[in-house]
């Protein structure tokens, strides 16, 4: 079963969770939708959203999840 089109559905989401600086929140608590730790950026954050992308657009890094497609 491929889940191109819901992982994309997700990150679609996640595209609105950026800041205007461009970094992104560490978490998100549901049905709240309060920030949490409030007002935290983590770098492991931002670099999965770059993983994704990567992912998504076929480049290097896609090929180390080749065995998940």
Do not use: H, W
């Amino acid at each position: 079963m491929r889940l191109d089109k819901t992982a994309g559905e997700i990150f679609d989401c996640v595209a609105g969770l950026r800041d205007y600086d461009g970094s992104y929140m560490t978490g998100y608590v549901l049905p709240d939708g309060n920030q949490f730790p409030p007002d935290e950026r983590t770098t492991y954050s931002a670099a999965a959203v770059v993983l994704a992308q990567d992912v998504f657009s076929n480049g290097a890094a896609a090929s180390l999840f080749a065995p998940l497609r």
